[in-house]
């Protein structure tokens, strides 16, 4: 009985110790995050397949560390962030038996022993990245070891790389790697961040690793010399290569021309030949001239490359002026080129031409604004010939304008990026994309959308159902107004944004009257809100001015019919008066006259006048004074002037050229006019404005005259009789009402 209750408690303390992990360490499903000393004392659950070591002190690494507990053999991946020691001891890996990945970092181990990898014989990836102090020849001594099977991916990145200076990539080197007496299947080999005093290729193909290697990673890494020698064959497995950010050989740099590249093809490049991803970014510093940077021509027909992607990415490029003649197998293998982050103003055409298959083109962060702007038909036929390409990229370029034909052979393209570009209008010819599935025009300046370009937007999203196109047009300088494409624009993006226009909504924002409005908000209610309120106001400086003027015309027509029914009304009172003898004054009018006219005066004009004004008032009493008949014998001339007219309302002046020369005559017109009396004045002849007298040209110039017109009956007056009776009753009247007023 005591028996079976000890056996009993002891598995459930193993089951317990089994199911949980140790106070040093984070378990989440199948992967343990410890910090601890020493690893040989965790425990592990029973599904823990990842575990990651920190702060290991590595002199307390042996080789009891993981064979003493049986979980370490179920793990598989496994990170050990060493510190102190500069030795990896012997067989410190015994007990990892299902492990397929380890990463050892240590930044003070400078030496391992011969058989450091003893106990991975099923391990597959071997990442000894920052070990920046280990020795080249200590590593290569455990390489060479038979341990290592099965390793088909190595990490170097920065070894030795503390030390100033630097190592040979040499046949020891790359021998170990591939195994002297076993053979590694080296797939994947980094050696980046490593500074070479001498770079052998040659040495790399004799190793066998041309035969498993399938890509070199050179990234950050400084090559002082490179031998490539005259290798006629290519490296066969070798797919994959990238140099970016590395600092080569002067001989390379100066020789990555186009045309030098043509000229040494066969004999220098033959390795490359199997090379399907090239990747040469960041090579062109400021201090360092970047590839390919000239303007000849090159012709790579006898160079069979298969490049499938090439990448020179940062490379302070600025033209690309050349035409490349290809391979017909590269013609055929090129797919992907990326040109992004350098400073191109031009791209030849040609350049890409003959690139057939070409599907992904980054052409982002360059100056090609300045090729849009003083090359535009070059810009526009600069993809012409890909006719195959699903991406295209022209990003972050400045470009103010798309040239309405630029991709009407590209209409198998899928996404076409325009974003952070200065384009204001989309009037260019997108229509034929019928493929496109993501179109980016998001930070443009594109204040509002034109119909035809909202229709065919909203085709090429019909045509993609069920599969969807999404279009960003965030992040743009939308105008909320009242103009019809204002309007027109934010009510189209707003209907559309479930079904093709990209979110998020807070990216669609509009400015009206210098307010920002977020338009899946109250954009459209303000705007609307603002448009009715301007309409009013319209419609109102609109309306105002002509009701004015409509009130102000019929106050004009009412005040002109009361002013004439007033002054018939006068007119009759006038006649009456004079009718009945209760006329206030002697005479109607006074005919101040020159001698020298009497004849025609007295006997035509002055009956005439008086006749037509008795008929007028319906009287048979004199109504024209003239001195002739009514001065008084004996009294001085100046008074009976004065007093003819004191006792007439209207003085009527008959001007002639003896009449402005006459004194008496002048003596008449000033006292008229200085008594403020109606003048009319009646011409008979023709007088110049020189031979009249101050006071008379004054009243020339302000009130109209009337004339009299000799003819073939003895002469008549304009304008006629009536007219001017008309007047001269109208101008008593008024005399009369001054008069009065006084």
Known sequence: MYSSVVFTVTVCMLIACSSSCSTCCVCIKEKATCRTPDPSKLILNENIREVVLHDIESSLLSEQTFSTNPQWSKVETLEIFAVGYKVLGNRVFTGLSGLTYLGFHNEDMQFMDYDAFSGLSNLKE???????????????????????????????????????????????????????????????????????????????????????????????????????????????????????????????????????????????????????????????????PPPLQDDRDGDLRSCPYRLRIFSLENNLLKRLNSTVKLHNQTQKTMEWISLSGN???????????????????????????????????????????????????????????????????????????????????????????????????????????????RATMQQLAAAKKPQNLTIDLSNMPYICSCHDNHMETIKWIQTNLDTFIASPREDYRCTLQGERLYIFQNALEKTNAY????????????????????????????????????????????????????????????????????????????????????????????LVCSGDRHFRPGYALGEEIIRCIEDSA???????????????????????????????????????????????????????????????????IEPDWPILCDALLDLTVVELEKNRVH
């Open 126 to 288: 071997l990442d000894f990245s920052n070990n920046i102090r280990l020795w080249k020849s200590s590593f290569q001594i455990s390489m060479n070891s038979t341990h290592l099977p099965r390793l088909n991916k190595l990490r170097l990145n920065g070894m030795y790389s503390a030390k100033v200076d630097a190592i040979d990539a040499n046949t020891d080197l790359f021998r170990s790697v591939a195994g002297r007496d076993i053979k590694r299947n080296i797939t994947h080999l980094d050696i980046s961040n490593i500074n070479f005093r001498d770079f052998n290729l040659r040495a790399f193909f004799e190793s066998g690793l041309c035969n498993t290697v399938h890509g070199i990673y050179l990234r950050n890494a400084t090559i002082q010399n490179m031998h490539i020698g005259f290798l006629k064959e290519p490296c066969s497995s070798l797919k994959i290569i990238d140099i970016s950010d590395s600092l080569l050989p002067n001989i390379l740099r100066h020789s990555a021309k186009m045309s030098i590249i043509a000229s040494w093809c066969r004999f220098f490049t033959s390795f490359f030949f199997n090379v399907e991803e090239l990747y040469m970014n960041g090579l062109g510093t400021y201090k360092n």
């Open 343 to 453: 400073v191109l103003e031009f791209i030849s055409p040609q350049f890409l031409c003959q690139s057939m298959n070409l599907k992904y083109l980054d052409l982002s962060g360059n100056h090609l604004h300045k090729m849009q702007e003083y090359y535009e038909d070059q810009f526009e036929i600069l993809t012409k010939n890909n006719t195959k390409l699903k991406v295209l990229k022209l990003n972050r370029n400045g470009i103010s304008r798309i040239p309405f034909n630029m991709f009407v052979t590209n209409n198998e393209l899928e996404e076409l990026d325009l974003s952070h570009n200065n384009i204001s209008s989309l009037d260019f010819h997108f229509g034929l994309l019928t493929n496109l599935q993501v179109l980016n025009l998001s930070y443009n300046a594109i204040s509002f959308i034109h119909a035809k370009a």
């Open 531 to 622: 448009c009715r309120e301007q309409n009013i106001k319209r419609n109102l400086a609109i309306c105002l001015p002509i009701v004015c003027v409509f009130l102000l015309i019929g106050l004009l027509i009412f005040f002109k019919i009361q002013r004439s029914r007033r002054r018939k009304r006068e007119r009759k009172n006038l006649r009456s008066q004079i009718k009945l003898g209760d006329f206030p004054m002697k005479f109607v009018a006074f005919l101040s006259f020159s001698s020298d006219d009497a004849e025609l005066v007295v006997n035509t004009i002055l009956p005439k006048l008086n006749s037509e004004l008795q008929l007028k008032t319906g009287t048979n009493r004199v």
């Open 650 to 716: 209207v003085i009527i002046l008959a001007v002639s050229k003896h009449y402005c020369q006459k004194e008496w005559c002048r003596k008449e017109v000033q006292e008229t006019y200085d008594q403020n009396k109606p003048i009319v004045l009646l011409f008979l002849e023709r007088v110049e404005l020189d031979e009249m007298g101050k006071v008379l040209r004054k009243v020339f110039n302000r009130y109209a005259h009337a004339s009299w017109i000799p003819d073939t009956d003895g002469g008549h």
